[in-house]
């Protein structure tokens, strides 16, 4: 096993409590984008150049992006919200 394959299952283990431990969504959403990358980059040092690919596109970019979106709707709606609440 290389340095670089040690460096790389180092950076997973690591990242990989800090998105458990991480309590704000949107640094979870953050943190979890930065451990797709890392899982990508494991993948791609381990030779699995087309699962580094899917990784990357679902793990580092879709889903952190889904999330994000999602938490900026559920702010907009708790923000309208209060004003209902008055005129009743």
């Keep these: 096993m290389t340095a670089l394959q040690i460096g790389?299952?180092?950076l997973v283990g690591v990242g990989s409590p800090v998105v458990v431990?991480?309590?704000?969504?949107l640094r979870q959403a953050i943190c979890f984008?930065?451990?797709g990358t890392s899982l990508a980059l494991l993948f791609f040092?381990?030779?699995a150049p087309d699962v580094a690919l899917a990784e990357l596109v679902v793990s580092?970019?879709?889903?952190?992006?889904i999330l994000m979106l999602t938490l900026v709707k559920l702010g907009e709606i708790?923000?309208?919200e209060p004003e209902e609440e008055e005129r009743e």
């Design 45 to 47: 040092v381990f030779q």
């Design 60 to 65: 580092a970019v879709g889903l952190p992006l």
């Design 33 to 35: 984008g930065a451990l």
């Design 8 to 10: 790389a299952l180092v």
């Design 78 to 80: 708790a923000a309208e």
């Design 21 to 25: 431990l991480v309590r704000d969504p």
